[in-house]
C-alpha cells in the first residue's frame, strides 16, 4: 500500500490495477461535475444553437457533449465512429430538453462528412457552432515510430480538423449567418514531446489552419481553441489495452505507478485537467463571452506551459 497525492488529496493506493480503478471512478464522478459546474452561466447563448461535436462517444468530447447539451440548444449533434457508444451517449441525454441526435462519421471522411453537414442543415436549417474534438494519440520513440503511423496520427488530427472545419464553414457563410468554432486541442500545440512527436506535430498544424480560416472568413466566421494538459483520469490514459499510461510504462520503463506520479506532478498546481475544465473552457469559447477572441489558442493546462 502506498500514498499517493491524487488531485491534491492523499490517496492509499493498493497497486496498479488500484490506481487504474479509482482513475475511472473519478471519470465517472467527472462528468457529472462538468455538468454540475457549467448549470450556472450562458445558458441564454446557446438556446438557439445548432451544435456539432465530432469524438463525443467518449472522454473529453463525451463530457463537453453533455455539459452543452444541458444548455438546451435547439440541436446537438454528437458525431464518432463508435456507434454502439454514440447510441448509448444520446440515450442518456435524450431527456434532457434540446434535441440531441447522432451521426456515425469520420472525422477523415472527405464525403462523407459533407453529407453529414449537409444533412444537419436540411433537417435544422443552419448549423451555428461547432466543436473539433476529435483525435488520436499514437507514441514511440524517433528511430522506432513508422511514417504509417505518423501519417495516421497527422490524418486524424490535423486532417480530420481541416475536414470537419472546412465542412462547418461552408454551410455557415451559405446560411448567411456565419458560426463560431471551438477546437479541443493540446498543450502539445506549443510544446515537442519526446517519444510522442506525431501527435504535438499534429496540434501545431491545427493552430495555423485555425489561424488561417480566421485570415480568410474572419468576419463571418470566429474560431478559437483550448489547449488542455493532461487528463489522467480519461480513457486515453486508463484504457488498460492501450491507454497512454500502459503505452508510456513501455516506452519510457517504469510501472503505471511511476508514470502517473511523473504526469500528475508537472502542473504548477498539483492537479490535472477536468472534464469540468473542458466543458467550461468550451462553453466559454462558443459563446458570446467570448466574443473578443478570434484565432486564439488558449492554455488550459493547470500551469504546464507559458508563452
Ligand atoms: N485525454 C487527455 O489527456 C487530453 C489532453 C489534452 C487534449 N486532449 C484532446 O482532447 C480531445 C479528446 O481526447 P480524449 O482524451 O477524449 O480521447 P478519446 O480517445 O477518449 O476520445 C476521442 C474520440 O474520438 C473518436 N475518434 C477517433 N478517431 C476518429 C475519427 N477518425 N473520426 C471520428 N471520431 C474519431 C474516438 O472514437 C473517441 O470516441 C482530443 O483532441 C485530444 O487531443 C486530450
Known sequence: MQKLMIQGVKTAVEDEQDLLQKLRDMEAAGIKEAFDDTQQYIKRDLKDAVIVITGAA?????????????????????????????????????????????QCVDVTDDDGMEDAIHN????????THAVSNAAILLSGPLLEFSVEQFEKVMQVNTVG??????????????????????QVTSKSTFKGSAASLAYPASKAACHSINQSVVLEHGNQIRINAAAFGNFLYSPLWTDPENGLFVQYSKNQGGNVIEMFKKYAGQTNDGKFCTYSDAARAMIFLLSKESSFLQGQTLRCDHGYTFW
Open 120 to 127: 444537419i442543415v436540411g433537417e435544422y436549417g443552419k448549423i
Open 161 to 182: 480538423h481541416y475536414n470537419f472545419v472546412q465542412k462547418c464553414v461552408k454551410y455557415m457563410l451559405e446560411s448567411k449567418g456565419g458560426g463560431t468554432i471551438a
Open 58 to 102: 467518449q472522454g473529453i468530447g463525451r463530457a463537453v457533449a453533455t455539459a452543452i447539451a444541458y444548455q438546451c440548444p435547439r440541436a446537438l449533434i454528437l458525431q464518432d465512429v463508435k456507434e454502439h457508444d454514440l447510441e448509448q451517449v444520446v440515450r442518456e441525454l435524450s431527456s434532457v430538453g434540446g434535441k440531441v441526435i447522432y
